[in-house]
């Protein structure tokens, strides 16, 4: 088995089907849902994952984010908070075509 690409900015994600990305009120807090159970996100975590579309790149994220939180430089946060995220399988790379 061939060890996956590195993560890079250029690298298009989106969240697999075994999970669901969905504001929850009770927690106050954007959850990722799983057939399993769920797992609450931090306000980071959330802000991320929720631009994770399978259209946009890690650097259009980055872009977004710091439009939305400016004076903040977040590439590197961004890019750990991707790989912990992909090595636990909450985020993939798009598939071509």
């Known amino acids: 088995m061939s060890e996956p690409p590195p993560l890079t900015p250029g690298a298009v994600l989106h969240i697999p089907r075994l999970y ?3 504001w929850e009120e009770a927690q106050q807090a954007y ?34 984010l710091e439009a939305a939180f400016p004076g903040a430089e977040l590439r590197g946060d961004v890019m750990e908070f991707m790989e912990a995220a992909y090595g636990k399988g909450w985020i993939k790379f798009k598939q071509a075509g």
């Open 31 to 64: 959850v990722l849902l799983y057939p399993e159970g769920m797992i609450k996100l931090n306000q980071a975590a959330g802000e991320i994952l929720k631009r994770v579309d399978g259209n946009a790149t890690i650097d259009e994220i980055v872009q977004q």
């Open 20 to 22: 669901r990305l969905q």
